[in-house]
C-alpha cells in the first residue's frame, strides 16, 4: 500500500507529460476521462480511500474502448490508437498496486510518446520528446527503487539518457533504411493543406491564408535571384472552363534539359500526402524514388508521409525544344462557354496574323490587356458567374493569381497557343542565419507556361502584369494591407518587432540544421554516408559490411561506457602513488607472488624476498620508496616520478 | 549422479565462499525480468512501426530507448559490482523461528541502490548500500528443526535502475545457526542434586538462597540485588551476595520428562531452561552422555540450550559459528 | 642510535628472562609510549622480576606492592600522619611515588584501592586529603593479575581494563630456555650486576621524540579501517573505543621509533594490536576476550588502504 501511494504522483506526472502534446487530436471527452480518473485517484492517495475495485475497473474498461469505438467508428487505425492508448493511461492508476503494474504505465507512457511523434516532426516535439522520455524513466527507476528519493531517480535518469545518446545516434544513423514502407499501408493523416490535382478559382487565395511551412530549399551554393524562385510542382494540362486539371500523366522524360551552372539543393519536403514534389524551375535530375515526367514534374512513387530530403538539380534558363505531339492537348478548352474571351482571342490571332507578328506579341498583347484595364490583385475576388472567364475579364476585373493564370491560359489556348496551368510556390523567405529558403502555404502560385516556336515552354506570370510587386516583394506588398492574414501585416516595423523577428529566424534556422540532419536523414543520405567509410549498400557485400560495422560500433561503445562505468576509484584516481603500488602489486602478483590484503609493504617485500632470492634487493628498493612517499614525510614529486619509472622497468618475470 | 556431474560443468565454483568477499562482475549473472521482456518486444514493435511510416523521430525514439535499456544493463550489472560482504553473524533462535542471518556488507566507489539480499525461497531483504560506510543487512530465513541449521546459498540481486533486467549472484556463504528445541510447556519433575552430599560439604557459589554479604556495587551487577536499604540510609551503593549451597541447586536431567518422544522432551526441557533462567535460579542440566555443571546467568543458559540442540545429533560443534 | 640502545636493552633484559624477548620488546614499548602495563598470568612465571629489571636497566626507581584485600587506598598513595614534635601534619608519600610501581596481584585489591591506583595512572597525580601531588615523570605502572584464581578477588571492571595501554601474558618458559633455567645460576642472582643503560633525561627525551613519529593520512586510515572493522563486525559485543584509538596509534608510534623509523608502517600496527585490544574486546557470543590468535585473524579481514 505504501508503494502505491508513494508512486501514484509521479506515475500520473509521466503520463500528463507523455500525453501533453496528444490533446489537440484526441477527442475531448478522453482527455476529460483522464482527468477525472487521475483527479479521482490523486484524491485517493491524499484522502487515504480506497482505490476502486475490480468489478469497477472492468466497468471503466469496457465503457472506455466502447466509447473509442462508437467515437472513431473503429477500433484499430487512425485516430482511435492514440484514443485507446489515451483511455488505458487513464485507467492504468487505477491498478498499480504490484511493480508490474506500475511498470506497465511507465511503458504506456513512453508508447504515448511515440504516437505523439507520428503527429508531428518539428525540433521542438523532439526536444519534448527527450524530457517525456527523461521524466518516465525517472518514475520507471523510482518504482524500481523503493527507498530512494524522486530526485536520486531523476539524477539517474538523466545519466542513463545522456549515456544512451552516443549509442541512439549511432544506431540512427547506421541502421539500414529502406524507403516506402514495408507493408504498403501507411496511415492516413488529418487534412493537410497544398495543391490537389485540380484548380478551382479561389483556392490559392484560401492556401495563402495558411502559415504552414511547405519546405526548405539548402543551397550550396548562392541562393537564386528572387524573381526566378518559381518552384514548379504541377503541371495542368485540361481545362474545364475556370477549372484546371492535372488531365493526363504526362510520359517519362526521355533527355532531360541541360545547361550551364545548374542549381544544385535540396528540398526537405513536408508532409502534403501527395506524390508532389516542387523543384526550382525546371529540374533535371531524378532525385530519390521520384521520376521526372515530359512536362518536366517531378513524380514521388509514393504519397508522402514524412519529412523527407531530396537532392535536386535544377537549371533556371532552358529550352525545352520542339512541342511534342502529344503536347497537342494544350490547345484544347471545352465545347462551350466564355464566349467574349474566345472572340477576344480570336482577334488578337487573326490581327496577328494579318500582321504577320509573332505568337510572343500576342503574348505581350494578353499581357498588356491586364495590365490596361485596370485589373485589381486581391486576396478577395467577388463571385464569378456562370461564365466565370468571361466575367472576370470582362466585368468583375478582381482576382487572385489564379484568376489572371486560368484566364490567360485559356485566352491563349483560344488564340492557338499552346498553354498549360503551372501550379506551385513563388518566392520564400530567406533566413541571414542560414543558407536556405524556407517556402510556406502561403508562397503558393499559379502562373502559365506557353510553347513559343524556338524558345520552347516558357513560362509566363501574368500576375506580373498586374501586380509586379507580388514578385519582386513578395505578398506584403502586392496585396491592400487590410487583406492580408495577420500573420503577413508586418505593421509597424518597431525595434521589438524586429527582435522578434531575430527570434524568429534563429528559430528557424536551427529547425532547418534539425531538419536537414535528423527528419530528413534518408536512406539516399545513409547511403552517401557510408560510402564515404568505403561501404557500399547496393551490394551484399557492403550490406554484411554495414551489419559488422554497426556491430563492431555498438560493441566498441558498449565496451567504452563500461570502462567509464566501472572505472577505478575516485581515491586511486587522486592518489597517483596508490595506482603504481597496485599496478607494483599486481606485476608481481602475475609472477606469482600475491599480495594478502591485510599484509603491509615490509612484510610483503620480506615474504617475496623469503621466496625468490633474485627479485629481494629490487622489491627492497620498489618497497622503500613506496614507503618513504605514502609513510613518511618525505615524499615529493620528484621521487613519486622515480618510482613510477621503478616500477614500469620492474619485470619480475624475467 | 550423471546428472549432478554435467550440472557441476555449468556451475564449477559451487564451493563454500570465505569472507570478506567481493562480488566480481564475472560472477554476476544478469538477464532481462519479465517486464524487460516485454519492453523488448514493445521496442520491436515500435522499429517496425518506425520502418513502416519510414519516421526518423520513431527511430530516435526508439534508438534512444534501445540505447537506455543496454544501458541500464550495465548500470545494473556496475551496481553488483564491488559490493564486499565483510562477515557475518547469527544469534541462536528457537526452532520453527526465522533465523536471522547478519551481514554486514560494504559498498566501494559508489553507492548502491535497492539490492536484495535472500536465501532461496525465503524472504527479500532489499537495501541501498551506502557509500564507505558498513550496512548491517539482515536476511531471514525459516528453521524447522532443532540442531544445527545451515541456510542455502545466499542469493545477491538487483533489479535497478530500470527493472528490466535482474542481475545476480549465488554466494555459497558457509554459515550455520544453532536451533534450539521449540519451547514447550510441560511437567517437569525437578530433583534437588542430591548426589554432593550434605550442606556442610557442599560447595559454595554464587547464588541466590542465602544472604551472605554486602560488596561495593560495580557496574554490571544486576539491579535487583543493589540494597536500596542500605543507600536509602545514606550508604554508598552496595550489592547483596548471595550464596547457593550446590546441594540446593534444581538440576534438569533426562528423567525430569515423563514424555517417551525425544523431541517432545527437548522442547519441555527448553522451558524449562528458560523458566528457571527468568527466575534467576540455579540450574544444572544432565543428559545422557552430557553433563553441564550448575550454574546461572545468560553464557550458562546458552551452554544448555545449546546441548538440548545438538542432542543426539553428529556432532559438529565445531563448525557452528 | 636509539635502535641500539633499545637492542642492547632487549639484551640485557633477555639475560635474566629467558626467552621472552616479544614480551620485553613490548613491556618497552608501552612504558616509552607512556602507558601502563598489565601482565596476566599464574605467579612464579617472572613477572615480578621483568618489572624489576626493567626498572634497573632505564635507571629508575623500583617500588612494588602486594595488594590485598585489606589494602587501603592510603597504603599506596600515602597518609598524612600528626607529628606531635612539630605539632602538624607531615605527608607520608605512599609507594606510588616511583617511576616503575609493580602492583602485584592487583585484582585482589578491593575496588576502592583499585580505582584510587587507576585513577593516579590516568591523571599522573594524587590528591590527598585536598591536596594534589604531582607524580614523578616517567610514572609506569606494571600491575599483574592471576586470571585463573577467582575465589576473593575483585576482577578489573571493563572501565578499568581501558586505562591500561596494554595487556600482556608471559607464559611458560620455552623448553630451552627452561632448560637454561634449571641448570643456570638463579636469575635473580644477576639482578644486582644490571647497569642502567639510560638516563632518566634520556628516556623523557625518549618519549617527547615518540610523539613526534609521522604519521601519514594512509596510516590514519588503516587505523580508522580497524576500528570499524571493530565497531561493525558481529564478533564483537562492543567495538573499539576512541580512546582504544589513541592507543594503538600511541603504541604504534612507540613500536616504529623503537625500531628506529620516525614514521609508522602498517606492520607497526599489526605488530602490537592483539596486545592493545585484547583486554577491550569481547566476544559477542560468550562475553568472553579474544586469544591473540583469533585477534590476528580478525586483522586479516581489514585490508590496507
Not at chain 3, 45 to 73: A, N, Y
Amino acid at each position: 500500500m505504501k508503494s502505491f501511494d508513494k508512486n501514484m504522483v509521479p506515475m500520473i506526472g509521466a503520463l500528463v507529460i507523455a500525453i501533453a502534446p496528444q490533446i489537440p487530436h484526441l477527442k475531448p471527452w478522453i482527455v476529460g476521462w483522464c482527468i477525472l480518473l487521475w483527479g479521482y485517484m490523486l484524491m485517493a492517495v491524499k484522502y487515504g480511500w480506497a482505490g476502486p475495485g475490480r468489478i469497477t475497473r472492468f466497468i471503466l474498461t469496457v465503457a472506455g474502448f466502447f466509447g473509442v469505438a462508437i467515437s472513431y467508428g473503429k477500433i484499430i487505425g487512425g485516430g482511435s490508437f492514440v484514443g485507446l492508448l489515451a483511455i488505458m493511461a487513464g485507467l492504468k492508476p487505477l491498478e498499480t498496486k504490484t511493480h508490474r503494474d506500475q511498470m506497465i504505465t511507465a511503458f504506456i507512457a513512453y508508447f504515448i510518446v511515440i504516437t505523439s511523434l507520428f503527429e508531428s516532426e518539428t525540433l521542438a516535439i523532439t526536444l519534448y520528446m527527450f524530457f517525456s522520455v527523461f521524466v518516465t524513466t525517472g518514475v520507471l527507476i523510482h518504482v524500481n527503487h523503493p527507498s530512494g528519493r524522486l530526485k536520486e531517480s531523476a539524477k539517474q535518469s538523466a545519466k542513463i539518457l545522456l549515456q544512451a545518446i552516443p549509442l541512439m545516434l549511432l544506431l540512427f544513423f547506421l541502421f539500414p533504411r529502406i524507403q516506402g514502407s514495408l507493408w504498403g499501408f501507411a496511415r492516413q493523416h488529418t487534412a493537410t493543406t497544398g495543391f490537389n490535382d485540380s484548380l478551382n478559382m479561389g483556392d490559392i487565395s484560401k492556401l495563402v491564408q495558411n502559415n504552414e511551412n511547405a519546405f526548405r530549399a539548402e543551397f550550396s551554393g548562392d541562393l537564386p535571384k528572387p524573381e526566378t524562385r518559381y518552384w514548379r510542382g504541377i503541371v495542368l494540362w485540361r481545362c474545364e472552363g475556370a477549372r484546371w486539371h492535372v488531365g493526363i500523366r504526362a510520359p517519362q522524360l526521355q533527355v532531360p534539359i541541360s545547361g550551364a551552372q545548374p542549381y544544385e539543393y535540396s528540398v526537405i519536403l513536408e508532409p502534403h500526402n501527395k506524390k508532389w514534389l516542387f523543384a526550382l524551375d525546371l529540374p533535371a535530375n531524378e532525385p530519390g524514388q521520384s521520376q521526372l515526367l515530359d512536362d518536366y514534374s517531378l513524380r514521388l512513387r509514393y504519397e508522402l508521409r514524412h519529412k523527407q530530403r531530396f537532392y535536386l538539380k535544377s537549371y533556371t534558363s532552358y529550352n525545352t525544344g520542339k512541342l511534342k505531339p502529344w503536347e497537342r492537348i494544350a490547345l484544347k478548352l471545352p465545347a462551350q462557354g466564355n464566349k467574349k474571351a474566345r472572340e477576344l482571342a480570336h482577334t488578337w490571332a487573326s490581327e496577328s496574323r494579318s500582321e504577320a507578328r509573332t505568337d510572343e506579341q500576342i503574348v505581350e498583347t494578353a499581357l498588356n490587356y491586364f495590365k490596361e484595364n485596370n485589373f485589381i490583385y486581391t486576396l478577395n475576388p467577388p463571385l464569378l458567374g456562370s461564365n466565370p472567364i468571361d466575367d472576370f475579364l470582362f466585368n468583375k476585373k478582381q482576382g487572385f493569381c489564379e484568376h489572371f493564370a486560368s484566364a490567360f491560359a485559356f485566352l491563349m489556348r483560344a488564340a492557338g497557343i499552346p498553354a498549360r496551368v503551372i501550379g506551385g510556390y513563388l518566392g520564400g523567405k530567406t533566413n541571414p542565419y542560414g543558407n536556405y529558403i524556407l517556402v510556406r502555404q502561403s508562397d503558393a502560385h499559379v502562373w502559365v507556361e506557353v510553347w513559343l516556336k524556338g524558345k520552347g515552354w516558357t513560362r509566363v506570370d501574368p500576375t506580373y502584369a498586374v501586380a509586379p510587386s507580388r514578385i519582386e516583394q513578395g505578398m506584403e506588398m502586392a496585396v491592400p494591407a487590410d487583406e492580408l492574414p495577420d500573420f503577413l501585416s508586418s505593421g509597424q516595423r518597431g525595434v521589438f518587432i524586429t527582435f522578434r523577428e531575430q527570434i524568429r529566424n534563429r528559430w528557424e534556422a536551427i529547425n532547418a540544421q534539425w531538419d536537414s540532419f535528423f527528419i530528413g536523414y534518408s536512406s539516399d543520405d545513409q547511403k552517401s554516408f557510408l560510402s564515404r567509410f568505403g561501404i557500399h549498400l547496393e551490394t551484399l557485400k557492403g550490406k554484411i559490411k554495414s551489419l559488422l560495422a554497426v556491430l563492431s560500433l555498438v560493441i566498441l561503445s558498449g565496451i567504452l561506457l563500461s570502462a567509464g562505468l566501472f572505472s577505478k576509484t575516485r581515491a586511486s584516481r587522486k592518489d597517483p602513488i596508490q595506482r603504481i603500488y597496485l599496478k607494483f602489486c599486481s606485476k608481481l602478483a602475475k609472477a606469482g607472488f600475491p599480495r594478502r590484503a591485510d599484509q603491509g609493504p615490509r612484510d610483503y617485500a620480506a615474504e617475496i624476498g623469503r621466496k625468490e632470492r633474485r627479485l629481494k634487493e629490487r622489491v627492497d628498493e620498489i618497497m622503500d620508496v613506496y614507503i618513504i612517499l605514502r609513510y613518511t614525510r618525505r615524499g615529493n614529486d620528484k621521487i613519486l616520478n622515480k618510482f613510477g619509472l621503478l616500477v614500469n622497468r620492474f619485470h619480475p618475470g624475467k | 549422479m550423471k546428472k549432478s556431474g554435467r550440472l557441476k560443468i555449468f556451475f564449477p565454483r559451487k564451493t563454500s565462499i570465505q569472507l570478506p568477499h567481493q562480488l566480481h562482475w564475472r560472477r554476476i549473472y544478469i538477464l532481462p525480468t519479465a517486464q524487460g521482456l516485454l519492453f523488448i518486444v514493445i521496442l520491436i514493435g515500435m522499429l517496425i512501426g518506425s520502418i513502416n511510416y519510414s519516421n526518423n523521430l520513431g527511430f530516435l525514439l526508439t534508438f534512444l530507448l534501445g540505447s537506455m535499456t543496454f544501458i541500464s544493463m550495465l548500470h545494473a550489472i556496475r551496481n553488483m559490482t564491488g559490493i564486499r560482504i565483510i562477515s557475518s553473524g547469527t544469534e541462536p533462535v528457537f526452532a520453527e523461528e526465522a533465523a536471522v542471518f547478519e551481514f554486514y556488507v560494504c559498498s566501494e566507489k559508489y553507492r548502491r541502490f535497492a539490492i536484495s539480499f535472500s536465501y532461496k525461497g525465503e524472504k527479500e531483504t532489499i537495501r541501498d548500500i551506502a557509500l564507505d560506510t558498513n550496512s548491517h543487512i539482515n536476511v531471514h530465513a525459516m528453521t524447522q528443526k532443532r540442531g544445527r541449521f545451515t541456510p542455502g546459498p545466499l542469493v545477491i540481486s538487483s533489479r535497478y535502475p530500470m527493472g528490466l533486467f535482474r542481475a545476480w549472484v549465488v554466494l555459497p556463504i558457509h554459515t550455520a545457526c544453532t536451533v534450539y528445541p521449540k519451547p514447550l510447556a510441560g511437567q517437569l519433575n525437578l530433583g534437588a542434586d542430591t548426589s554432593s552430599g550434605d550442606d556442610e560439604n557442599g560447595k559454595e557459589i554464587t547464588g541466590v538462597d542465602d544472604f551472605k554479604e554486602l560488596r561495593p556495587y560495580q557496574p554490571g551487577d544486576p539491579l535487583q540485588r543493589i540494597s536500596w536499604k542500605a543507600f536509602s540510609r545514606g550508604l554508598d551503593l552496595f550489592t547483596k551476595l548471595f550464596v547457593g549451597k550446590a546441594g540446593s541447586a534444581v538440576c534438569l536431567t533426562w528423567d525430569s520428562v515423563a514424555s517417551m518422544n525425544i523431541e517432545k522432551k527437548l522442547s519441555i526441557l527448553t522451558h524449562g531452561i528458560l523458566k528457571l533462567h527468568r527466575m534467576n535460579l540455579v540450574y544444572g542440566l544432565t543428559l545422557p552422555g552430557e553433563f553441564i555443571d550448575q550454574g546461572s546467568g545468560d553464557a550458562h543458559k546458552h551452554r544448555c540450550l545449546k546441548a538440548l540442540a545438538m542432542f543426539a545429533l553428529p556432532d559438529k560443534k565445531d563448525e557452528i559459528v | 642510535m636509539m635502535e641500539e640502545k633499545y637492542e642492547s636493552i632487549v639484551k640485557q633484559i633477555g639475560r635474566i628472562i629467558l626467552g621472552k624477548e616479544k614480551q620485553i620488546r613490548l613491556a618497552l614499548t608501552c612504558f616509552f609510549a607512556r602507558g601502563h602495563l598489565l601482565i596476566e598470568d599464574m605467579p612464579g612465571i617472572g613477572k615480578t622480576t621483568l618489572g624489576k629489571v626493567l626498572s634497573l636497566c632505564l635507571g629508575l626507581s623500583f617500588r612494588r606492592i602486594q595488594c590485598t584485600s585489606d589494602m587501603l587506598p592510603g597504603d599506596i598513595l600515602g597518609v598524612s600522619v600528626f607529628e606531635q614534635k612539630s605539632g602538624s601534619f607531615l605527608f607520608h608519600p605512599g609507594p606510588i611515588f616511583t617511576h616503575v610501581l609493580l602492583a602485584d596481584e592487583i585484582n585482589r585489591a578491593t575496588p576502592k584501592t583499585q580505582s584510587a591506583l587507576l585513577e593516579a595512572m590516568e591523571e599522573h597525580q594524587v590528591t590527598i586529603e585536598g591536596k594534589t601531588r604531582l607524580l614523578d615523570d616517567p610514572f609506569f605502572v606494571i600491575a599483574t593479575q592471576n586470571p585463573y584464581e577467582y575465589s576473593g578477588t575483585f576482577p578489573l571492571p571493563e572501565s578499568q581494563l581501558d586505562r591500561f595501554l596494554m595487556r600482556i601474558e608471559i607464559g611458560y618458559p620455552g623448553r630451552q630456555a627452561e632448560h637454561q633455567l634449571l641448570k643456570g645460576d638463579e636469575p635473580k642472582s644477576l639482578l644486582p650486576k644490571i647497569k642502567p643503560s639510560l638516563e632518566k633525561e634520556t628516556v623523557l627525551k625518549t618519549q617527547r621524540m615518540i610523539s613526534g613519529v609521522h604519521v601519514s593520512d594512509a596510516m590514519l586510515e588503516y587505523l580508522q579501517d580497524i576500528l570499524d572493522y571493530t565497531r561493525t563486525s558481529p564478533h564483537f559485543y562492543m567495538g573499539l573505543s576512541p580512546r582504544a584509538g589513541m592507543a594503538l596509534l600511541q603504541t604504534a608510534k612507540s613500536w616504529a621509533f623503537l625500531h628506529g623509523r620516525d614514521h609508522t608502517l602498517p606492520e607497526d600496527l599489526q605488530q602490537i594490536l592483539p596486545w592493545v585490544i585484547g583486554h577491550r574486546l569481547r566476544s559477542k557470543d560468550d562475553l568472553q576476550q579474544f586469544s591473540n590468535e583469533k585477534i590476528n585473524a580478525f586483522i586479516m579481514e581489514v585490508p590496507i588502504p
